[in-house]
């Protein structure tokens, strides 16, 4: 009978390491989907922090275009007025030359 105590005690002894060390090889495995979990939220904000940054260049490259379009816009226009300016100039300089000559012509007739 104290063989099979014995026995028991010794199996009893086994189940109670082999519990402690399965025990031991959760905490071991929660631990590190604790790590994996708080490394994947990282991760996952470092990504957003990102996302926005790529958005508000994005935004900042639009806003640049929509300037630069603009600008351009105002070149064209300022060169349209520049050449109805320059027509308007030719015209009144030939107006002038014209008179001037009917004046010379009137002069030299009289």
């Known amino acids: 009978e104290q063989e099979v105590q014995g026995s028991k005690q010794k199996q009893l002894l086994e189940m ?3 519990l402690e060390a399965e025990r ?3 905490r071991g495995v929660t631990a590190r989907v604790a790590a994996l979990e708080a490394e994947g939220a990282a991760s996952s904000e470092a990504l957003a922090a990102s996302s926005e ?3 508000a260049a994005d935004e900042a490259r639009e806003a640049q275009l929509a300037e630069v379009q603009n600008l351009q816009k105002e070149v ?3 060169k349209k007025e ?3 300016l320059r027509e308007e ?3 009144l300089q030939r107006e002038a030359e014209e008179r001037g000559e009917e004046v010379t ?3 030299e007739r009289a």
């Open 16 to 18: 109670t390491a082999y």
């Open 24 to 26: 031991r090889a959760h």
């Open 53 to 55: 940054a790529q958005l």
């Open 76 to 78: 064209h226009d300022l």
């Open 82 to 84: 520049a050449e109805a």
């Open 89 to 91: 100039v030719e015209t």
């Open 105 to 107: 012509g009137a002069g």
